[in-house]
């Protein structure tokens, strides 16, 4: 029974707390008394496991706080020197104002993009064939030019007119593009279209032979110098793209689009845009209403949808966007079949209306102007007007980005069999 504590005791004296000593981690040498066993030395680190007094508990040492802040503003002052200044700096030291946008040219989208295409980012405009896209990027290099700004489109298509500057491969195009937003001589440039950008491999090869993603190579390869160069130099990028399908899905959406997954993750917008309905005029399509969904935005809320129309010979129906907007937002009234600017009647019946706002463009103006204001002040209209799409709202056609996450896992990419 003696020997069974002592060596009790002596396994207790080996797992003692020792007293340690120094401010700094650093072997040291201490004695455990041990009344069975005697005084035995050991050598093992120490650290510091006490704080100087502080003025509120828990809070870093004094001395701590101002060495790590003296560390920080050396090495920050030692990474600017070295990559140019404001390569690092502090939230706190700065001011950040809000987005620059381009205005799309149509009221009720510039509301559910978040003011417009924002500046200096890339946007990707896609959806079906005769839906718009083009159409819409050729409206926002135009409000580019009237607030006397420069632009650039490069025809991957070759559907303008010959003196439009085409390119001879997917490499030249965006190397051109890359060329003309280093140069900050350009505020946008437009690519149409990304299915178009056909890699020189590809086409030095013979028809049909197969070219496994070597588009995805290239539009990879390329997003990574031209994400940063748009941003710097304030250049907007659009591309348009086009849907294609998968083959073998059975579950959600088939539908996919050209040029593999980097331009969706380097995209700050992507606008999906789909024909709802056609205009009629005397008998004879006259137009087309489009709806537009964003499906992803890094500087506003996604999800939201806007409606609008495109007219043959004209382009967007400005002046119905800005009716529609203004009516959705209580800055004109409709009652009944007129429609109302306080007590002003504007007309009789929607195209009566924008007759009215074709005749005054002073009108139109004031009312644009005033519906923007209440959108800037009280956002709350932005939501319940052109917010994001409703759990029950129906929208088979637009694709989502679990359908796509879907489709890739249950088919393979049909692109390389479409027409």
Partial sequence: MQRCAQRLAHQASRFSAPVIRGRSLSRESFLV?????????????????????????????????????????????EINSRFGKNSIMLLGDN???EVRTTPSGALTLDIALGGGYPVGRIVEILGPEASGKTTLALHAMAEVQKRGGAV???????????????PDSGEMALEVADSLMRSGAVDMVAVDSVAALVPRAELEGEIGQTQIGSQARLMSSALRKIAGNASRHACTLLFINQIRHK??????????????????????VRLEVRPKEKIMADGEQAGI?????????????????????????SGINGAGCVLDAAEKVGVVIRRGAYYYLGEERLGQGREKTLE?????????????????????????AVGDAFGEASSSEEEPEFLSEADEGEAEAGGLDAEAVQP
């Fill in 247 to 268: 083959v073998g899905v059975i579950f959600g959406s088939p539908e996919t689009t050209s040029g593999g997954m980097a331009l969706k993750y380097y995209a700050s």
């Fill in 289 to 313: 209403k489009i709806k537009a969904k964003c499906t992803k935005n890094k500087v506003a809320p996604p999800y939201r949808i806007a409606e609008f129309d495109i007219m043959f010979g």
């Fill in 95 to 97: 001011k950040f104002g």
């Fill in 356 to 380: 009215t706002l074709a005749e005054r463009p002073e009108l139109l103006s004031h009312l644009e102007e005033e519906t923007r204001q209440v959108l800037t002040k009280g956002g709350h």
């Fill in 152 to 166: 650039a489109l490069i025809d991957a298509e070759h559907a303008f007119d010959p003196l439009f500057a085409k």
């Fill in 33 to 77: 008394s041990n009344p069975y066993d005697g005084a035995r030395s050991f050598t093992t680190p120490t650290l510091v496991c006490h704080a100087r007094a502080t003025k509120e508990k828990g809070s870093v040492p004094v001395d701590s706080a101002d060495a790590k802040a003296s560390a920080l503003d050396h090495v920050m002052k």
